[in-house]
């Protein structure tokens, strides 16, 4: 059976608010998720989940030190990932902070590795984003993009 990995990092526990509404999306659509804390996991564990979907605080327009170092610690098995899905999504302390940036900074490390991602026509396109708490709308855009990732997963791995 396939499995999808959600993996954040959050200091003020915004991101992490963030990262269940995903787990809980990817749970509606019967696929087997984890959600794991960045200090949890090593990259090598990046290799037993068909998904893999990135949050992260905004930090000076992109992605947390913590989150790069996961991603370059993924180049000793560059290439392994091809084909898998990938998602990205941030939080930031105010509205022109870098949120797309650092969506965007996550999904170009993603395809780097040859990885699926899947746009969202309606919403927040690259992934979903919060100003400080996430309110309701960001809460379903990350519930959506679980959804999302898990079918699409679905569709690629039965």
């Known amino acids: ?13 915004n991101t992490r608010k963030m990262a269940e509404a995903v787990k809980e999306g990817v749970e509606k659509e019967g696929i087997e998720v984890n959600l794991k804390e960045l200090k949890d996991i090593k990259a090598d564990d990046l290799l037993k989940y068909e998904g893999l979907i990135i949050g992260s605080p905004t930090y000076y327009g992109t992605m947390a030190a913590e989150i790069k170092q996961l ?21 930031s302390a105010n509205i022109g902070g870098g949120n797309e940036t650092t969506v965007l900074d996550i999904l170009q490390a993603l395809l780097i590795h040859g990885m699926i991602i899947q746009g969202d026509p309606h919403g927040d396109h ?3 984003v919060a100003v400080g708490t996430p309110d309701g709308r960001s809460i379903r855009q990350c519930q959506r993009l679980g959804s999302r990732v898990a079918r699409l997963v679905k569709k690629i791995y039965g």
């Open 1 to 13: 059976m396939a499995k999808i990995l959600v993996v954040y990092f959050s200091q003020t526990g």
């Open 71 to 91: 991603l370059d610690d993924s180049v000793k098995f560059h290439g392994k990932l091809d084909g898998k899905v990938g998602a990205a999504f941030s939080s």
């Open 126 to 128: 690259y992934g979903p």
